[in-house]
């Protein structure tokens, strides 16, 4: 499938920007199940300092706010081919080893609401992608989505006090179950073209389990699917922090307003 991706983010500021830096993971590698075709990224009142690939191998940009600046807008826009490998991202690579992605976070880690959805799945009994799909309907079930409900500090435990949450929240819950069962586990950013609607509000977010014999495959939580030919990776990491979108400081900028324009839209080939 090709899908083609048009995404603007806009920050407005109510006071001009003394000294701001932002770092941006918005450009999709090719990879297997995906081939970027092609990607720009444009940007008003910022300049790019750096390009670099972070330690996960995210595509990421530096760039500075322009001194005096009241908005900063970032324009991304390209074609990615896809194809359905049932979740299977295959094996691993990059500069980390896999038992770092054992290791809990503060957005992952977990409290007696975690240990205890972790202890109602029959593990021991089940194959590996058996038990991940039971916490996968697990985590959907005991968590409602609701968008407003959390914020993108709040935590797994959380999330799972509260029984409502977003991609982003069901994405933290199952990896830092996945960690308890020992598991190796990973945030996943992207793109998901939505069958009744080209335009979005909003990226989306799963996760990724490393299972011996198959590699990384996925798992969203909020769709109760393994990722297919509607998706696109952008970034991996340990949790949001490691593969947010944008992340960034300014200093003098007042009260920030962001607003946000997706379409995500299937091509057809050859146009």
Not at 155 to 168: D, F, P, T
Not at 206 to 231: C, M, Q
């Amino acid at each position: 499938m090709r899908l083609s991706i048009s995404h603007t983010t806009r920050y407005g500021f109510s006071q001009p920007v003394a000294h701001g830096l932002q770092r941006l993971r918005l450009t999709p590698k090719s990879s297997h199940g995906q081939s970027v075709i092609d990607w720009t990224m444009d940007f008003e009142g910022v300049r790019l300092e750096a390009e670099y690939d972070d330690h996960h191998r995210n595509r990421t940009a530096l760039v500075s706010v322009e001194p005096g600046a009241t908005a900063v807008t970032v324009v991304c826009s390209g074609t990615v081919d896809t194809a359905d490998s049932a979740g299977i991202v295959g094996e691993h690579v990059g500069h980390l080893p896999l038992w770092h992605f054992l290791g809990q976070t503060e957005l992952t880690r977990p409290g007696p609401r975690l240990r205890a959805l972790v202890a109602g799945l029959d593990a021991a009994r089940a194959q590996p992608l058996e038990t991940l799909h039971a916490l996968s309907t697990a985590v959907r079930d005991t968590v409602a989505y609701t968008i407003g409900a959390t914020d993108v500090g709040t935590s797994a435990e959380e999330s799972l006090g509260a029984a409502q949450g977003v991609c982003q929240d069901h994405a933290h819950i199952f990896i830092g179950a996945a960690r308890l069962l020992g598991r190796p586990a990973r945030y996943v950013s992207g793109y998901l073209m939505m069958n009744d609607r080209i335009d979005q509000e909003a990226g989306h977010a799963w996760a990724e389990v490393h299972i011996p014999g198959l590699g990384w495959v996925g798992f969203d939580v909020s769709n109760a699917i393994s990722p297919d030919e509607r998706y696109v990776r952008l970034a991996t990491g340990c949790d949001y922090r490691d593969a947010a979108p944008i992340t960034g400081i300014s200093v003098g900028a007042g009260q920030t307003a962001l607003e946000v324009r997706l379409a995500v839209a299937q091509q057809m080939m050859g146009q």
